[in-house]
């Protein structure tokens, strides 16, 4: 898994796209996988710090309990409706890895999560995908760890 600095490194011009779709667009969707293997999704949050890309929630969570037992996981980043343009949209950003819980007293104080029982995830990146259009074309630009970045299109 990747940090988010090394896919930052590794895909500049999509990390770019990717960070500032991520920092537009404050609510995002999390799916995780219950105990019994099936998808759950819920809101989030996520912040940058220190070459990371971080999330948390409120003490007893599903979603963190979820991630502490499979840390498996992928976040979805919506943009505008481009009404009658489909060239204008921003794009659809899909992120998917895994989210390691962080529990040390000083990383937690770092990062400003002081409630009681509150949980921080760093994420580690195994895929990041954007979505969009250009012209009568469909656009995915694509980075895998391990494979690099890659783009698609489709009329």
């Known amino acids: 898994m990747a940090s988010w600095q090394e896919f930052e490194t590794q895909a ?19 799916a995780t996988l219950r105990k019994d293997g099936s998808p759950r999704v819920s809101g989030i949050e996520t912040s940058f710090r220190d070459g990371d890309l971080w999330t948390g929630s ?4 599903v979603k963190a309990a979820d991630l502490r037992r499979d840390p498996r996981m992928a976040i979805h980043v919506t943009s505008r409706d481009p ?3 489909p060239s204008s949209w921003e794009g659809d950003l899909k992120l998917s890895g895994r989210a390691v819980e962080v529990t040390d007293p000083a990383e937690l104080a770092a990062s400003g ?25 469909l656009v995915i630009a694509a980075w895998r760890e ?10």
Not at 17 to 24: P, V
């Open 113 to 137: 999560r002081h409630e009681a029982g509150s949980h921080l995830f760093r994420i580690e990146l195994a895929e990041v995908a954007w979505t969009r259009v250009q012209g009568d074309e």
């Open 146 to 155: 391990g494979v690099g970045e890659r783009e698609f299109r489709r009329k």
């Open 83 to 85: 009404g009658s343009d």
């Open 12 to 30: 500049p011009e999509l990390a770019k796209a990717a960070r500032r779709l991520m920092d537009t667009y404050t609510h995002k969707v999390l």
């Open 58 to 61: 409120m003490a007893r969570a």
